[in-house]
């Protein structure tokens, strides 16, 4: 299931929305120009690398691409599968945008497996959509956010989508809330899935 949880950005303790049901959740984040969506998954080997997935998603990768202008998709793909030093692997790729960030480009995901938490910071409020597979989420340009694939069990695979090759560098705000980096502040990745009914 996906979730949308929603906190005061002073008030990390209380949730003033929390949602289970697609239909909130959409409604939610299009008030806050976040586009959310999902696709039908399809059946895909546990190995199977970006070609294949790419290809099992071909009609609908085609169609968005088309829709939106997007030049290029990719795949993004994080999945313990035995290979050695997975876990300084996995600890790697989540400290790098772990810390609030923005992009001159839309951050366009769609999840194909597994899971990932998207944090928005609008104005004064904290937005963490705990995305799964079938997800389609769209982080706005310019919007600031961080990301979260957990430590307990990092799995997911996502097709991302981009307008040019020069967009997705994440430009670090350094927000700090009481002397902390913003993202410590909030429930983390692993404490939402574990919440979620
Ligand atoms: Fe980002």
């Given amino acids: 299931m996906t979730l949308l949880v929603t906190w005061n950005v002073n008030e990390p303790e209380t949730e003033t929305f929390r949602s289970q049901e ?21 059946e895909l080997p546990e190995d199977a ?6 290809a099992a998603y071909e009609a609908e990768v085609e169609e968005l691409k088309k829709e939106h202008n997007f030049v290029t998709v990719d795949v993004a793909k994080l999945k313990n599968t ?10 790697g790729a989540r400290e790098k945008f772990l ?11 769609f999840f194909v497996d ?5 944090y928005l910071h609008l104005e004064d ?5 705990v995305c799964e597979g079938g997800d389609l989420v769209s982080v706005p340009k310019g919007a600031t ?9 990092p799995d997911f695979t996502a ?20 002397g902390e980096p913003i993202s410590t502040k909030f429930a983390t990745h692993d404490a939402l899935v574990a919440s979620m009914s």
């Avoid at 697609?22 to 399809?42: C, H, M, N, R, Y």
């Avoid at 035995?82 to 600890?91: L, S």
């Avoid at 810390?99 to 995901?109: I, K």
């Avoid at 597994?114 to 998207?118: D, K």
């Fill in 49 to 54: 690398d970006q070609e294949a997935v790419l």
């Fill in 82 to 91: 035995g290979q050695p030093n997975f876990a300084e692997t996995a600890a």
């Fill in 125 to 129: 409020t904290v937005h963490a959509i």
């Fill in 99 to 109: 810390d609030e960030h923005t992009h001159s480009d839309d951050e366009v995901r």
């Fill in 159 to 178: 097709i991302r989508f981009f307008h040019d090759g020069e967009g997705w560098v994440g430009d670090f705000t350094e927000e700090k809330l009481e």
């Fill in 22 to 42: 697609k239909e909130a959740i959409a409604q939610q984040l299009s008030k806050l120009g976040v586009s959310f969506d999902q696709w039908a998954t399809k």
């Fill in 145 to 153: 956010h961080w990301f979260d694939m957990g430590t307990e069990n």
């Fill in 114 to 118: 597994g899971r990932g938490t998207f």
